[in-house]
């Protein structure tokens, strides 16, 4: 610390200026870089969120696709009659065909009928096996030929786990017949076209019991989350975490819980990306995070360097005539421009000169013409030597008491009115902090209305964006149904022979238009539920601003009331203060008049002879202390010409009269 003292102002300036801006820059890089990671770590968690719901509408659309071409040819009643009549060959006969065509365009790898509950009647893309008793695994042909109710979504089997649509046939009066079952392909193929649309690494794990098992990975086989995790997920929420995978920025990874048909947990699919598009994001931030510190840094250094320059410039000014006053010099003027603490500093400094200037001429003039009094006084009072010692005596003593209490009354005085100084300063200031209180009031009314409005037209917007889901199941709709009419037409065509080819080309067109159709409404419908998510959380934290606006209205209004109790207190003592200043006034002036009469006992008294030759030996000493002032006021140079010589004559004078005395 002492060294920091011993710093000529301008380092101190620029140390404590650099510290500040180094301190700032420091805590805001910080800041903003811890923001800038949670904001990435967020924008991964929501991506691969969205990559999982794009999974789950996936398999949801498949189902939708399956469950809409079996109720197509449930529909039909050449199915109805061939199914109530048991005859397989009709039914080959007449879907073979047109399952080499779903299976090429459509991606449907099952299409079989059954018969209740659930015993296989046809299997057309197994012709030779039939007879078999489903029951005991096929829970959807079993709820399907129990409940008569279409059935679809995820369910294992013979083959494995499979995209399932199964619709009940029914024959004349209602009579069920059976079902009829149509399966997308769900597997490796599947993964493998959902990364290379979305470019991410998925991967589907299933349990049976304790034990994991791989049902598809596009990852090589190895999960990168721990089993124990894993397995933790299948019974809890999603996980969200990052791996560090080699010597590169490592992956973000997402998995959570997949359902089949009936809402069962069976497995938990697993969703992986490189975090190098972020992590080089996140490089660049802080990259530009330290340059601006720095820049902001050199900036202020380079500031305060100016600043720092023209203040020890102009103090370097006021130290150089402060130093011609100290050595007597008053006949410069200290020049000092600026109305900043500086420039008020030359002014006071250059305001002591000229009072300086003025009272040495004074004081010249002066020394003389109260060395001639002393004489004088000395020569009158030689000749009034008998008056009464004991009366002096007896006055003095009583004098000094009484300045005494005089001067005790003065400072009581002075005491009060600072009193009253400060009662009237703290009155005015309560006056203001209430009024301050009453605007700070008005404001969290105005904020409070503000957010009923936000809220308002939050809740609104959130309405908006539920009529555009609404829309977009419209849509959806419509993709299903001119799939039933590709795959009519696909039949049509498939029945003509070689005269339908052209018709079969139109109608797997017309597929591929549904497809992307399908997609773009899957795809929207997962931004609008990213929005509906972010218009709820908004919801919550404005009812939560709304609720703090209440509470900082209340403690204002608390706040409000006790200053104005203030303010009351204030002015009570206010008012005694004024009156305990005009009570001590009042004690002032009698003992003022004491001291005035006492002072006049005293003149009376002085034509004693002690007291005469008391003023005649003070005359003396004036006279001596008077030459010597003159020496000292010699020493000043109040002009720049002739004013020294003049001063030299007086003091010679004065000298030789003292001499003579």
């Excluded at 539920?529 to 509470?551: C, F, H, N, P, W």
């Amino acid at each position: 610390m002492s060294l920091f003292h011993n710093l000529h102002l301008g380092t101190k300036l620029m140390l404590t200026t650099g510290g500040a801006i180094l301190l700032v820059a420091a805590v805001l890089t910080y800041s903003n870089l811890r923001t800038m990671e949670t904001v990435i770590t967020t924008a991964e968690h929501s991506e691969l969120e969205g990559h999982f719901r794009a999974l789950s509408d996936s398999i949801a659309q498949e189902s939708r696709m399956s469950e809409a071409l079996a109720t197509l040819v449930a529909s039909l009643s050449v199915t109805q009659d061939r199914v109530a009549a048991n005859d397989r060959a009709g039914l080959l006969s007449l879907y073979q065909p047109a399952f080499q065509a779903l299976a090429g365009e459509f991606g449907i790898d099952q299409f079989q009928f059954h018969t209740p509950s659930a015993v296989s009647l046809l299997r057309v893309h197994k012709p030779e096996r039939f007879g078999d008793d489903l029951s005991s695994f096929r829970q959807t042909v079993v709820r399907t030929n129990q409940t008569h109710k279409p059935t679809q979504g995820l369910e294992g089997g013979v083959a494995g786990l499979g995209i399932r649509g199964v619709v009940p046939v029914t024959g004349p009066g209602g009579r069920p017949l059976g079902s009829v079952e149509f399966g997308a392909g769900f597997g490796q193929g599947f993964f493998d076209a959902f990364k290379a649309r979305r470019d991410v690494d998925v991967a589907l794990y299933l349990f049976e019991g304790d034990k994991m098992t791989t049902f598809a990975s596009t990852m090589g086989g190895a999960s990168l989350l721990p089993a124990a995790k894993i397995a933790k997920v299948l019974s809890s929420e999603p996980l969200f975490a990052e791996v560090q995978t080699g010597a590169g920025a490592g992956r973000a990874v997402y998995a959570a819980p997949l359902v089949d048909f009936s809402g069962r947990r069976i497995g938990v699919i697993e969703l992986a990306q490189d975090r190098g598009r972020f992590a080089g994001a996140l490089s660049d931030a802080r990259s530009t995070a330290l340059l601006m510190a720095a820049i902001a840094l050199a900036v202020g250094l380079s500031l305060a360097a100016l600043a720092a320059r023209n203040i020890t410039g102009r103090l370097q000014i006021l130290v150089d005539g402060v130093h011609r006053v100290a050595r007597g010099d008053l006949s410069v003027d200290i020049a000092l421009k600026g109305a900043d603490e500086v420039g008020r500093l030359g002014h006071a400094a250059q305001d002591m000169r000229s009072q300086l200037h003025s009272l040495v001429v004074e004081l010249r003039s002066h020394a003389v013409a109260v060395h001639k009094a002393a004489q004088e006084i000395s020569g009158a009072v030689e000749g009034q030597a008998a008056t009464s010692s004991q009366m002096s005596a007896s006055v003095a003593e009583i004098t000094s008491t009484t300045e005494e209490l005089s001067a005790s009354s003065t400072q009581i005085a002075e005491h009060s009115k600072s009193v009253v100084d400060i009662a009237n300063q703290t009155w005015e200031e309560s006056k203001k902090g209430a009024q301050a209180m009453d605007l700070v009031m008005t404001k969290m009314r105005e904020i409070q209305e503000d957010n009923q409005t936000s809220l308002a037209e939050i809740m609104e917007l959130g309405t908006r964006s539920k009529e555009i889901s609404k829309v977009m199941g419209i849509i959806n709709t419509i993709a299903d149904q001119t799939k039933l009419i590709a795959f009519n037409a696909a039949l049509e065509a498939a029945s003509a022979g070689e005269a339908g080819r052209r018709f079969g080309v139109v109608a797997a067109e017309i597929r591929r238009l549904a497809d992307s159709v399908t997609d773009s409404t899957g795809e929207i419908e997962t931004k609008i539920s990213q929005i509906q998510d972010s218009i709820s959380r908004l919801i919550i934290t404005s009812e939560k601003g709304v609720t703090g606006t209440a509470d900082g209205m209340a403690a204002t209004a608390n706040t409000a009331t006790l200053l104005g109790t203030m303010v009351g207190a204030a002015r009570q003592t206010t008012n005694a203060a004024q009156q305990i200043s005009l009570s001590t006034q009042q004690q002032k002036t009698a003992s003022n008049q004491v001291v005035v009469a006492l002072r006049e006992i005293v003149s009376a008294s002085s034509h004693t002879a002690q007291s005469i030759a008391r003023i005649s030996e003070i005359s003396r000493d004036m006279a001596r202390m008077s030459a010597e002032l003159d020496d000292l006021v010699d020493h000043f140079k109040l002009d720049g010409g002739a004013g020294g010589e003049g001063a030299g004559t007086t003091t010679r004078s004065l000298r030789s009269t003292i001499q003579t005395a």
